[in-house]
């Protein structure tokens, strides 16, 4: 059976014959399962199956929706790594490709039309979406709008009933929701879906008050959390447009990264619920406008950099040992100031020790951080997680020296040669040890040499107004990325990296057909 564990597809084989010769072949993949969502959350094979989903926009660093197919499945791989088993399409119908590789690596889908509509247009839309895509064992519901302002009105409620009869007569598999920010309780709208979407229903819990009142309503959580933060930045600045990961502040809904995780283990009736967002996407600032240009609200930014609330969601969702401290340790004038060093972990305890001194074990709450009070002194800091009283992982965090080096790491070592393949590259700015400095901000400059081409450069700063087609970058808090393909020949391609007064770097990547 096809599941986010197993991912097991077949093909069926169609032929279409004309006296006798086949005139036509066409093959569909498929997968084998079961869902059922109702009253006590979404069963995937006869199984309880809690959606661990992230909400995703098309974009990528770089390269804007004009997104190669190699960059989609490596979104995919760091979702999949962070132990998220599902996708919402927000709020766009996905490309096919998406969806074909949800299929094969294991990730349930929520497929998403984006307007309330029962015009002709709309309904060839909706038709559209649910005819190109029912086949694909990865999507579970359908969601057929996104916080439309007619939710809650009898007019919206007779519109989103002609959408969900078109829908159920076009796939009577499948149950549909709207992901829905209000009038949940108003005007018939509810009543006409399969599931009601919640989108934040966590504030004042309203999505268990509406069990409390409804309590054969079937619930499904579309959206939550909406944490917005700065990689690498531990200060609210409207000034300076920065977010700090460290403390809630704008905008005034949802919770600290993986607290949303909570409620969805203590009321499994919710079914799970996507995170908004996973990766940052160009657009909506919130809480700030221009000249800020991209979202802060992904646990990774617009490159797939790791923010802290990333930890969150892998300790949360994965039982790999997890221990993650913050913020970074370079604080220079700020000796002998207080500061809070934050922890997010899925392991029992969790001791913290500065300069090899113990400060202190703490017991960990399932799904929050844990948090310890310090006198800001440079050098060491190190978490040790426990499991059943043994130490099963740790993390370390220095205070580093001053850039020294650039260091650059391809996910990959060979391209293909066809014009298609991307080389995704991260670069570094390290000190004389190795260790990356979390405050740099060097310019580095690209070069390259062979069959091979630059076709973006990025580097997550939601401030950057640097061209993505260039043939360098600012390094933000350490890091930067460049995006590699090849000229649809063989040979070797040398990416050079420089950076002012600091030692450069290259990376060789072959091409092979």
Known sequence: LWSPETPSLYTVLTEVS?????????????GVRTVEINKNGVFLNGKLCPVKGTCNHQDFAGIGVAVPDKINWYKLKVLKETGSNAYRCTHHMPTPEVLDMCDSI???????NRHLSSSKDGLEDLSTMLYRDRNHPSIFMWSLENEEAMQGTVMGARIMETMVNTAHKIDPTRKVTAAMNHARNEGGYSDVLDVVGYNYGDKQLAYVKDKENHPDRVIFCTEGTSFVSTRGEYENSWWKHLCS???LWQPQWGPYPGEDWADIVKYPYLGGTFVWTAFDYRGEPTPFSWPSVASQFGFLDVCGFPKDGYYAYKSAWTDIPTVHIFPHWNWPGKEGDSIKVHCYTNCEEVELFLNGKSIGKQKAIPYSKLIWPLIYKPGKLEARGYKAGK?????????????AQVTLNSDVSTLKADGCDVAVIKVAIKDAKGRVVPTANNLVKFSIEGPGKIIGVANGNPNSHEPDKASQRMAFNGYCMVLVQSDNETGEIRL????????GTEVIIKTIK
């Open 391 to 403: 130490l099963v992982t740790k993390d370390i965090v220095e205070t580093t020296t001053a850039p």
């Open 245 to 247: 990961n460290s403390t």
């Open 496 to 503: 050079k990296a420089l950076s002012e007064n600091i030692k």
């Open 106 to 112: 294991g990730m349930l889908v929520l497929d998403e």
């Open 18 to 30: 004309e006296n006798g010769n086949i005139v036509d072949t066409y093959e569909t993949t498929f």
